[in-house]
């Protein structure tokens, strides 16, 4: 948790330009994986068990838990 120090003056006018950056941030990632999609790059899952499934398997082979 990061702690705030509500009597400073700089954080209340610091606190809308760091939301802003990282929706600015967040929008371009969401920008990129839409345009793999229409690359045809995207990963098409049945339903959101098959999706849970892929995310456990990726995490597993990543710290090489996975058989």
Do not use: F
């Amino acid at each position: 948790m990061i702690g705030i120090d509500r009597n400073n003056k700089e954080t209340g006018r610091r606190a809308p330009e760091d939301h802003e950056l990282r929706i600015t941030k967040a929008r371009a990632l969401v920008d990129a994986a839409d345009a793999k999609i229409a690359e045809g790059k995207g990963i098409v899952y049945a339903d959101g068990q098959a999706l849970a499934d892929d995310i456990v398997t990726r995490g597993l082979t990543g710290l090489n838990w996975g058989d």
